[in-house]
């Protein structure tokens, strides 16, 4: 469930949510069908889309995509699954959180920023040429904050 939900109804403690409370719950709501068919996409074909990206970087950097496609590939997958997880919970706090961590862990310390930020732009191609509108929307709005966090270092 969304964080900031999550977190009203933990501190209702005893009252009933307020109407700006309640206001996340119905944007919870109204956009479920649409979050839960991005979610089932991505589980469904994340890994082509993944690979698709990888092909469109290569035609740019081939000797980076033979050296490190294994590695690539599983990140990219852990990311799209990270996306894939936030947008069904419309939990952006939720992402930054888990964004924060994997990239303070992995990504800055292997110094590959510029090389992941443009595997992420291909992937955000594919995905727009891959998905529909509503779906590829939610998904590269998470793509473009992974991507600028990305160079700045920070979530």
């Known amino acids: 469930m969304n964080i900031t939900l999550e977190q009203s109804i933990q501190n ?14 119905h944007v919870y709501i109204k956009t479920y069908e649409a979050r839960l068919k991005t979610y089932t996409l991505l589980q469904e074909k994340s890994g082509e889309y993944i690979l698709l990206a990888l092909q ?28 894939a997880i936030a947008i069904l919970r419309d939990d952006e706090e939720g992402f930054r959180q888990e964004l924060l961590l994997w990239m303070q862990n992995i990504m800055v310390a292997l110094h590959k920023e510029q090389q992941s930020s443009r595997a992420y732009r291909m992937l955000q191609e594919v995905v727009t040429q891959e998905m529909p509108k509503e779906c590829s929307d939610l998904v590269n709005h998470y793509l473009d904050e ?7 270092g920070v979530a």
């Open 12 to 25: 209702a403690d005893g009252r009933y949510l307020t109407d700006s409370e309640l206001d996340t719950l």
């Open 56 to 83: 469109k970087l290569a035609k740019t950097d081939a000797q980076t995509v033979q050296q490190h496609k294994d590695k690539c590939i599983r990140d990219m997958d852990y990311v799209v699954r990270s996306i």
């Open 146 to 152: 992974f991507t600028k966090a990305l160079l700045a």
